[in-house]
């Protein structure tokens, strides 16, 4: 079974991931792949990173003694030839960096800004990416709707957004990551609840906004010269160097407006469609992996053809 349209075509490589009986997921909410094609799925039940090969065969699990169902946000990073990852967790808000076998190397909490955050108004942070030189910028999405940059070291530099619908405003910055296709770094923020992505600079200073072919998007990956995200209403996007489109994947425009959506019965669930993707990553080859918002987990590969 295929997905795709007439330049780009995938197969679906139906029941990859091969889950051992003593894990279930839970939402499944990241998913990415280090460089020898392990494929890392970050979930909210217990084992919340669960690492596969890149066949579905089921390497190990790790991570009960930093998640305790508040994965969301998951982003690996090389830094001096090792690779990292950079963590949200949405119950503990908190941002935690850590090494591909769960040793944590920082952690930053609730920035020191009363006039944003206090008892009812909390941080919680859904993605973070980090730029060229090594700062690290968080999207806090659930709470306030600002991005917050710190430097490598977790010390703080700056902060813009703010909840709103205008240039410059956010709506839940659901993801965030650095483009660098044109040499000229820039941050892109998924703005989920204004329907829209926004490019900002290094600094925070608005470039761009982009509404074409855009739903309810999630977060993002860079491959090349594309740009994969996640649409949570029931697809996959695949965008060129100029934010324009080459591709929806498994699109569903009934899935999101069911009943009791993300958690729908499972005969709603077919193959070659998605339901609420949330997470996406691509591998050296070009296969796509989705892993998707709901409540007993989704975990799709799609071969490209």
């Not at 990859?16 to 894990?23: C, F, G, N, R, T």
């Not at 020898?36 to 390497?59: C, I, L, Q, S």
């Not at 306030?144 to 619908?165: E, F, L, M, N, P």
């Not at 609840?193 to 490019?199: A, E, K, L, M, T």
Request: glycine share 10%.
């Amino acid at each position: 079974m295929y997905m795709g349209n007439s330049t780009r075509v995938y197969e679906i490589a139906e029941g990859w991931a091969k889950l051992p009986d003593h894990i279930k997921f839970g939402y499944t909410h990241g998913i990415e792949i280090d460089s020898n094609d392990n494929v890392y799925v970050f979930h909210t039940e217990k084992h919340p990173v669960v690492v596969f090969d890149r066949d579905g065969n089921f390497v190990r699990s790790f991570g009960d003694d930093l998640f305790d169902g508040g994965a969301h946000g998951f982003y690996l990073h090389v830094e001096n030839g090792q690779e990292v990852f950079y963590t949200t967790d949405v119950k503990k808000c908190q941002m935690v960096k850590m090494t591909l076998n769960g040793e944590v190397l920082l952690t930053i909490g609730t920035p020191d800004l009363p006039n944003i955050y206090d008892s009812e108004k909390r941080f919680v942070p859904t993605d973070v990416c980090v730029g060229p030189n090594g700062d690290i910028y968080i999207a806090d999405g659930y709470g306030q709707s600002w991005v917050h940059q710190y430097t490598a070291a977790g010390d703080y530099i700056r902060s813009w957004g703010g909840k709103g619908k205008g240039p410059g405003e956010l709506a839940c910055p659901h993801g965030i990551s650095i483009d660098t296709r044109s040499g000229e770094p820039e941050v892109y923020v998924a703005d989920r609840g204004n329907n829209r992505i926004q490019v900002f600079t290094l600094e925070g200073e608005l470039k761009r906004i982009v509404t074409n072919d855009i739903d309810y998007p999630d977060n993002f990956y860079f491959f090349g010269d594309e740009l994969y995200f996640p649409d949570l209403h029931s697809r996959v996007t695949i965008f060129d160097k100029n934010d324009k489109l080459i591709c929806h994947l498994g699109e569903d425009q009934q899935a999101y407006k069911q009943q009791g959506w993300p958690n729908l019965p499972p005969e709603w669930y077919r193959v070659d469609k998605f339901s609420s993707p949330h997470g996406i990553c691509v591998d050296k080859r070009g296969d796509v992996y989705v892993a998707e918002w709901t409540i007993n987990g989704r975990v799709t590969k799609l071969v490209r053809q």
